[in-house]
């Protein structure tokens, strides 16, 4: 299930403040899908930020939500950037990563 909505998305947002997520946005980062992730677990080890996807800090919710709306809006308004992004996320996740 989880593939199938990969394939269809342009971009993955995981905002949980626990971990346990990592396979999910390894699985989203191999299909060329930028992330935009908590700053939380080992969610910032796969997520490079300004590269493969964002990172926000979740200290205050507020704020890491006002944060990823920008990002996504980068996404979806700057097909340059979301084509960079998706291509260096698709080229550079870890092979140990993931299923």
């Known amino acids: ?3 199938a ?6 971009v993955a947002l995981q905002l949980a403040t626990g971990g346990g997520y990592e ?7 191999k299909k060329g899908v930028p992330v935009i992730a908590s700053y939380t677990g080992g969610l910032p080890l796969l997520v490079r930020h300004n590269l493969n996807g964002f990172l926000v800090h979740n200290s205050d919710k507020s704020a890491a939500l006002r944060a ?4 996504l809006d980068i996404l979806f308004m700057n097909e340059d950037k ?3 992004m998706s291509a260096f996320a698709r080229d550079h996740v870890s092979k140990e990563i993931g299923t």
Do not use: I, P
Request: charged share 15%.
């Open 82 to 84: 979301y084509e960079v």
């Open 5 to 10: 909505l990969l394939s269809c998305a342009r």
């Open 68 to 71: 990823a709306a920008g990002y």
């Open 1 to 3: 299930m989880v593939n």
């Open 23 to 29: 396979d999910t946005v390894s699985q989203a980062l």
